[in-house]
């Protein structure tokens, strides 16, 4: 991992603590969303909220088939959830949206946790 992707994955989740210390579990995805696309924003970061991934899939492309919560400076992403329990599912989604956009690192966020550091999974997809 190169130094200016970790710097950015510091920054995000240091983002991500302020929106949940200020907004707490219990809202909409969304909500955290747009919240924490803010807060990197003001840090200085360029921000894609709900990036369209299209699939290939031999001869066949899907133009929209997922969109990725945030991509922030176009090498990270963040899959933001507001769910009771982190399941693999989510992890192995992240996985797939890193794959199709051969990015390596990946963020699985948690906002409907008591303690957020505890709702934060990193993804790598080894390319």
Do not use: T, W
Request: proline share 2%; hydrophobic share 45%; with cysteine.
């Amino acid at each position: 991992m190169n130094k200016d992707i970790e710097k950015i994955a510091f920054d995000a989740i240091g983002a991500a603590i302020e929106v949940h210390k200020l907004l707490g579990p219990g809202l909409l995805e969304r909500v955290y969303q747009e919240c924490l696309a803010y807060e990197l924003r003001k840090l200085g970061y360029i921000v894609g909220v709900e990036v369209i991934l299209p699939v290939r899939y031999k001869e066949i492309e899907f133009d929209s088939a997922y969109r990725i919560d945030l991509l922030i400076n176009n090498i990270l992403v963040v899959e933001v959830k507001a769910v009771d329990k982190l399941n693999e599912i989510y992890c192995a989604q992240l996985l797939s949206y890193l794959r199709l956009s051969n990015l390596k690192l990946g963020l699985l966020m948690n906002f409907n946790v008591p303690h957020l550091k505890s709702g934060i999974k990193r993804v790598v997809n080894n390319l």
